[in-house]
Every structure is written in C-alpha cells, then in structure tokens.
C-alpha cells in the first residue's frame, strides 16, 4: 500500500499497514457516530478494559483494510484477516499506547486534502 496512505506498526513478528478507508470510516461511524466522535470516546472509556478494547477493536478495522485491499487484489491467494482476539494476544498495554500514533498518522491520512487553487491573476497587482 502507499505511503501516503498508511502507517506502518507490527503485531507479533508481522508488519500490517493501518489504512483509513472508505469502508472504515463507515463501521467507525456505526459505531461511535463519526470520526469527530471517536477521540473523545476513547479519552472517555468508563474503565480501562473498555479503553483497551476501543483501541484494540480500532487496531483490528484499521489493519484489516491492507489486508481486505490485498484479497480483493489477489483472489487466489488470499490472507486471513486479524480478529482482536488475535491482537490481543500477540501484544502488550505497551504495545497498543505506541500504536497510538500509527492510529493517528493513519486517520489524519486517510482525511487529509491536498488542496490547490488555481493562480487566475486577480490577487496577483493586489487587486
């Protein structure tokens, strides 16, 4: 997957790529409302299990999407999508608190515009 796309974090001994999709989106906004709504949820968790397992359900949709992107590009070879049960054994509290900002460069990359705008000469004598 491109970079400009995702980013990168390993769970166990393997490297996923954390991609805010289309699809993505949709199931975050199922579930917490919309994306504005998914930083206060986590920072709002009534106790620490739930916290984890905000972060770890997160992990799992975000992660999911390279893999998702890979079958539907490689039918006769496909990879089994992670389960959160899977990343929860295969990492630690530590782990996740780091995964913090993969999760974060992911969202921001998946919303980022590049916006342009065009040079039409107007402001250019400061009119």
Do not use: C
């Amino acid at each position: 997957m491109a970079d400009e796309r995702s980013a990168s974090i390993t769970i166990g001994d393997d490297q996923f790529e954390l991609i805010l999709t289309t699809k993505a989106t949709k199931q975050i906004a199922k579930r917490y409302g919309g994306l504005e709504n998914l930083g206060e949820k986590l920072m709002k968790s009534e106790n620490f299990e739930m916290a984890l397992d905000e972060i770890i359900w997160l992990i799992t949709i975000l992660a999911n999407q390279s893999i998702l992107i890979y079958n539907l590009k490689n039918k006769e070879k496909p990879k089994e999508v992670l389960t959160e049960e899977y990343v929860e054994l295969l990492t630690t509290p530590l782990d996740l608190a780091t995964y913090k900002s993969a999760i974060t460069e992911a969202m921001f990359k998946g919303t980022n515009r590049n916006i342009e705008s065009e040079d039409t000469g107007k402001n250019k004598a400061g009119v």
